[in-house]
Every structure is written in C-alpha cells, then in structure tokens.
C-alpha cells in the first residue's frame, strides 16, 4: 500500500519523505531538560559528593553526613520525575553515572586506607561497572530505544525483576550496601581491629619509659588544615572515635551488602547471555540472507 512505511522510515514504494514530513518527525519540545527538578537534585548530589570527598581524609564525620545526604536523595529523584512527569533518558543515565561514581569514590579511598585489601576494594569497583555497563548496553541494544533498564521480565530472571521493580527493595538493598561501605570507611579511624595504628605502642613505651601518643597528631599550620597533606588521615584518627556504633551498621549491613555483590554478578551473566542470543540471531539472519542471494 502506498501509504505504509517500512521499518527504515521510508515508505513502502521507495519515495523518500517529503522535507516538510521530514520536518515534522524531528518536532521537540523547547523544554530545557538540563532544568527539570529530577536533574536538579542529580546535580546537587553531585555537589555533596565532591564536598564529602574534600572532607574524607580529615573529617569522618562531615564527610559521612555528607555522603549519605547524597544518596538518600537519589530516592527523590525517581518521585519528583514521576511526580512532574519529568522522567527523561539524561535523569536515568544522570543517575546511574552518579551512583557509580560516588560508589567508586569511595572504594578508591578505602583502597588507599587499607592497601593489604585493595585487590578486594578494586574487584568490588571493577564489579559494579562492569554489570551496570553490560545491563545498560544489553538492554539498550536488546530491548529498544525506549526501554528502561529497569524492565526485566520475569522470563530473564525472577530475582532482578523484583530488584529493579520493587522500589522498596531496590531502596533497601541500595542504601544498605552504601551504609556498609561508609560504616567501613568510619572504622578505618576508630578501631584498631580495622586501623592498628590507633593501638597504643605498649613495647615503645616500655623501651623507652614514655607514654606514647598514637597515631602522631601533627600540628597545623593553617587555620583549616588541608585534608590533602601526609598527616591528615594520622589527624584525623587522632581525634578520638568511637566504634561501637561503626561496627554494628557494618555486621548489619554486611549480609545485604553480600548480596547486592551476587545479584551484580547476576545482572553482568545475565546481560551477556543476552548478548550473547542476540548475536546469535543476527547471525542467523546473516547466514539466510547469505542463503537467499545465493540461490
């Protein structure tokens, strides 16, 4: 019929579009999407994170406060966008990129902090961008232009299904694996099981009949001491923090942090299998295309 298009946006007799038609598929909106209130809140996550990474190496407790307001609010993007209708493709990726970034960041210190565990740290950080990246390019590439990341079938997998699309789950289990890491972060400056340095050097004092002091507070030289100097993290441990409460959100948090290790695993096998059928099948229209011109 000669008003069918195929699927290649021209029409079925082979006549290209006229401009004016052409013209009206490329219609947008003049609507500043760069301003909508769910980028807005994206962009001041990113500003609390830059500010709670000045802050790691000196002040645990700023930076922590910081950190976690950054990621509580990426549960308030999702209902403003649904709440203004403002859900557009630069917010979901703004979001995932941030949540990537800020989880990085701070694994990156943690390696720093505790070099004996950073192949740990740097697998963990190597994890989490490898699945999201193959989750995101599979579906993307699988699943349409439109599709959502977070529209797994049940058919794919069961357990991601209720990840992505239960909120309440997706929440917890995001929150939880952050709190863990901010908790671990904490106890690098107050305990000794995690940080040896913060126990007193009994062997030292014995030796030389003084009471040492431990880690060695260095003295500032300026006002506002740069959390970027040798003895900033020494500084910091100094000031004295107590564990307690450190240590019950990281055994708290661990098994859902575990967990969210394995669904990431999942979602990277899971993704490349997908991949992996859809090569399959351009293959096979490949080898019948081959086929036809042969005949």
């Known amino acids: 019929m000669a008003g069918t298009v195929q699927p290649n946006g021209r029409p079925a007799n082979g006549v290209p579009r006229a401009p004016a038609q052409a013209e009206q598929d490329n219609e947008q909106t003049d609507e500043n999407i760069f301003l909508f209130v769910p980028n807005l809140i994206g962009y001041a996550r990113i500003v609390l994170c830059i500010a709670s990474l000045y802050f790691m190496p000196l002040h645990p407790r700023r930076c922590s406060f910081l950190y976690s307001i950054s990621c509580l609010m990426d549960a308030l993007d999702g209902v403003a966008a649904r709440k203004f209708q403002q859900s557009t493709k630069f917010g979901a990726v703004l979001d995932m990129v941030t949540d990537r970034c800020t989880t990085t960041c701070l694994l990156v210190f943690l390696s720093t902090a505790k070099p004996a565990y950073s192949m740990i740290f740097q697998g963990l950080i190597s994890l989490d961008l490898a699945s999201h990246y193959m989750h995101m390019y599979a579906t993307l590439s699988m699943g349409g232009k439109g599709e959502s990341h977070k529209n797994v079938s049940v058919e794919r997998s069961w357990i991601m299904n209720k990840y992505y699309t239960n909120k309440i789950v997706l929440f917890t289990f995001c929150a939880l694996n952050e709190l863990f890491f901010i908790a671990l972060y904490l106890l690098c400056f107050s305990s000794p099981l995690i940080t040896p ?94 086929r036809r011109k042969g005949q």
Not at 235 to 250: E, G, H, Q
Not at 271 to 286: I, N, P
Request: avoid cysteine; hydrophobic fraction near 50%; proline fraction near 10%.
């Open 197 to 290: 340095a913060l126990l007193p050097s009994a062997g030292l004092a014995a030796q030389n009949g003084t009471t040492p002091v431990t880690p060695h507070q260095p003295v500032p030289s300026l006002l506002f001491p740069s959390p970027f100097s040798a003895g900033a993290m020494e500084m910091a441990r100094a000031n004295k923090m107590d564990s307690t409460v450190p240590w019950i959100l990281t055994l708290g948090s661990a098994p859902v942090m575990a967990i969210k290790q394995w669904i990431n695993v999942l979602q990277l096998v899971k993704a490349s299998q997908w991949l992996a059928e859809g090569d399959r099948m351009d293959r096979m229209k490949a080898l019948k295309e081959a």
